[in-house]
């Protein structure tokens, strides 16, 4: 009980921590700025502490599986601490805000090709924009799409030579995937794996949409330009966060249906072998 309490303290800390990063790193932020961040914190925290504290699933998948959840959170501090340095540097520039931009650039001009996610995000932008904004943009994404794509092969390498989820006590379906409901009607690892192949597809398929979309959708509605340093952090986190967790969700749970498959194998000869006794 003691362990869980505070595993769940510590969940929601570091949980508070990454959403008040840039409000924390960036300097000129207005008091109401600071205040919203600070609120959003607070029920990101609680929303995490009553999560872990308790016994039974809610909201959070494979909360018994590590280190899925742990990949997921490096690789989402890991964008947002970058990128709250990259913007601090316009207006505060430091050593480390040299050695960010530098390195971002450079990860940007290795994959910012013709119809790449990075060229597209910075077409995205509006006509207009300075070329120092569309520099940055370009920079960000870049190390933004790099640290979601380095967090999704240290999870391919993990499932693969350590055999994800090794756990002593079995994978519990209903704790690690409160949101599916095996009950629901077919065969439980036919619609995993259908729901395995979606998450995939949608995790290739949004850094490339989701620039489209709001292209389009700049035609009727006021164009997204990023002038804002925390609305440029955080919507260039969420573009490459998202589709490296949804990829993530995707073979996790392929992998539950090669589990849950393997366990019927076996199950299906010990019967065999008792019949036959």
Known sequence: MIARLTGALVRAILVALVIATPALMLPGMGPDTKQIA???ALFGAAL???????????????RDAPPFNRIRYVALLASVLLLSTLARSVTDPTTLGYLVEATGAAVARSIDFPYSPVR?????????SSDAHIAQVRSAAGLSYVISLVSL??????LRTMGWPHSDGGFNVWINLP???????????SRLRRDARINVALGFLLPFLVPMAVKTASTVFTPVTLESPQTMIWTITAWAFLPASLFMRGI???RVAEMIE???????????VLAHA
């Open 120 to 128: 597209l995000l910075v077409l995205m932008l509006p006509e207009g």
């Open 153 to 158: 092969g240290y999870f391919v390498l993990i």
């Open 179 to 189: 949101t599916f409901d095996p009950t629901a009607g077919g065969d439980v690892v």
């Open 48 to 62: 995490t502490f009553f999560e872990y504290a308790s016994v039974y699933p809610g909201l959070v998948e494979f």
């Open 38 to 40: 600070a609120l959003i």
């Open 252 to 254: 996790a749970m392929g």
């Open 262 to 272: 393997a366990r019927r194998k076996i199950s299906s000869h010990t019967e065999d």
